[in-house]
């Protein structure tokens, strides 16, 4: 993990609750305020718009969705085929879907994130 990453992550410590939410028209969800912060600081919209996408299509067989994404580990890479992946599951280990990326700019090495009543948010704003 980069000085960057570490930055990032303990700036989204200060997100607890939240009383702020953006509303992204073209899939009718939401985001909270440190969601928005992790995209534009991170440089990251793609990735809060996939979970967001990934998500939508997930919440009729789940009401709540835990996002664990992982950069896998050098040898993980190597035998997997790719560099991260994201868990959607329900938050007892279940998983709903695995969405793996060869190539990621994310940057941190792990993150969650819940989505709940069409909201996506960091576990703190919960």
Known sequence: MNSNSNTLETAL??????????RIPLINLKITEGIA?????????WFVNDALI?????QHKCPFIVIDFKRL????????????????????????????????DFPMDS??????????????EY
Not at 111 to 124: S, T
């Open 13 to 22: 410590q200060q997100f607890i609750g939240s009383s702020v939410f953006y």
């Open 37 to 45: 912060y992790l995209a534009e600081h991170g440089h990251c919209h």
């Open 54 to 58: 990934m998500c939508k299509g997930l």
């Open 73 to 104: 580990t050098q040898q993980e890479q190597q035998g997997r085929g790719y560099e991260a992946q994201v868990n959607y599951s329900d938050g007892n280990a279940n998983v709903l879907e695995t969405q793996p990326y060869k190539i990621t």
């Open 111 to 124: 993150l969650r994130m819940y989505f709940v009543n069409e909201m996506l948010m960091l576990p703190r």
